[in-house]
């Protein structure tokens, strides 16, 4: 027997704000959550913008004596968690303990915390090096914290395969469940890395927009003007449960799981191969995995990174995948409002993909205003669109050509 799988909660911790329908009211009202940079001095950087979560009180989540232990991005994954089990109403009791796991991915792990630390030697000495460092830094203790706090004894593991960590670790616990392994998966992506080093990193790349003096229509997926990602931070997790395990204890259904696709360019380290290979292959993946035929689709969360290359490779591997149906459906790319989480940006908008299911309604893509000849599908332009959604797609694509794809369904019994 099939074993179906559930997405029973979604915890949402982005630039938009601090709480699952607070980050849907915000995308689907076409906000920006771009702005300049107040985690550090940027008077010397070339990119002075990022999608920083705003007004976020760790303290809210986490014990005080704890916070020294755990990198930004472990705290915005704790949140997040918080809110998905809240949403779940899932209580992890020693009954069900073993069967339920953690899964959380992370592109970049604690580079706040490898800075501080780094800092610490160069001015005082390996004696000045915290004892808590490898832990707050270090990509799995997002699952590691999650585990602990909620009593999952069951699979626990991370991702780190740079933009496409959070879908890998969703579509990674999707299996987990379907091959019998796990009733209950915690899983998602976090990154909190707005940090000198690697905003330098990024625009020492020329992979970021520099449109430092409207942050606000920066991040412009698809359209003709657009010069490069914003980075952002954050945390998306889903609760995945075993259907039969999620009805029996009468969960929230918001959406189901039905396929997934994994694929590796073998073409370059941050470039998609011309004929988009790679990103041809990942989307045909999860619609065979799912046993479901392209014109079956009417929605994808893009990728959509608001790069060059990105935005006109992923509309001609839609055109590849989908055919006719590329006229058809809809897309769009909520990195237009959240920015780029890297590693989070799987799971932040695997549980955005759920609660377009959920409620029937596609958030925009904003700042498209001049159409691109390469970019020439429907992108739901600057405001959400009411429709009828059965099957939604949502697209990773990593460095290293690291690829996947999230096919999630209707919830209709």
Not at 227 to 234: H, I, K, R, Y
Request: glycine residues 12%; proline residues 5%.
């Amino acid at each position: 027997m099939v074993r179906r799988v559930a997405v029973t909660g979604v915890g949402l911790v982005s630039a938009l704000g601090i709480g699952t329908e607070e980050n849907w009211q915000s995308l689907l009202a076409g906000r920006s959550g771009v702005a300049p940079i107040t985690h550090f001095d940027t008077k010397d950087f070339s990119v002075t913008i990022a999608a920083e979560v705003k007004n976020f009180d760790p303290l809210q989540f986490v014990e005080k004596k704890e916070l020294k232990k755990m990198g930004l991005f472990i705290q915005y994954a704790l949140a997040a968690t918080q809110f998905a089990m809240e949403q779940s109403k899932l209580q992890i009791t020693p009954e069900i303990a073993d069967r339920a796991g953690v899964y959380i991915g992370s592109g970049i792990g604690g580079f706040d915390v490898i800075e501080r630390e780094h800092t610490a030697l160069m001015r005082g000495g390996p004696r000045r090096i915290s004892p808590f460092f490898i832990p707050a830094a270090i990509v799995n203790l997002a699952s590691g914290f999650v585990s602990i706090r909620w009593g999952a004894k069951g699979p626990n593991s991370a991702t780190c395969t740079a933009c496409s960590s959070g879908a890998h670790a969703v579509g990674d616990s999707f299996k987990l469940i379907t091959r019998g392994d796990a009733d209950v998966m915690i899983c998602g992506g976090a990154e909190g890395a707005i940090t000198p080093l690697s905003v330098g990193g990024f625009a020492a790349m020329r992979a970021l927009s520099t449109r430092n003096d409207e942050p606000e229509r920066a991040s412009r997926p698809f359209d003709r003007d657009r010069d490069g990602f914003v980075v952002g931070e954050g945390a998306g997790i889903v609760m995945l449960e075993e259907l039969g395990h999620a009805l029996r204890r009468g969960a929230p259904i918001l959406a189901e799981l039905v396929g997934y696709g994994m694929s590796g360019d073998a073409f370059h380290i941050t470039a998609p191969a011309e004929n988009a290979d790679g990103a041809v292959r990942v989307m045909s993946k999860a619609l065979k995995d799912a046993g479901i035929r392209p014109e079956q689709v009417q929605y994808i969360n893009a990728h959509g990174t608001s790069t060059p290359y990105n935005d006109r490779l992923e509309t001609l591997a839609i055109k590849k995948v989908f055919g006719e149906q590329a006229r058809k459906l809809v897309v769009s790319s909520t990195k237009s409002m959240t920015g780029h989480l890297l590693g989070g940006a799987g799971g932040l908008e695997a549980g955005i993909t759920a609660l377009v299911l959920r409620d029937q309604i596609v958030p925009p893509t904003i700042n498209y205003e001049n159409p691109d000849p390469d970019c020439d599908l429907d992108y739901v332009p600057n405001q959400a669109r009411k429709l009828g959604v059965e099957y939604a797609l949502s697209n990773s694509f990593g460095f290293g050509g690291t690829n996947a794809a999230l096919l999630f369904k209707r919830y209709t019994g």
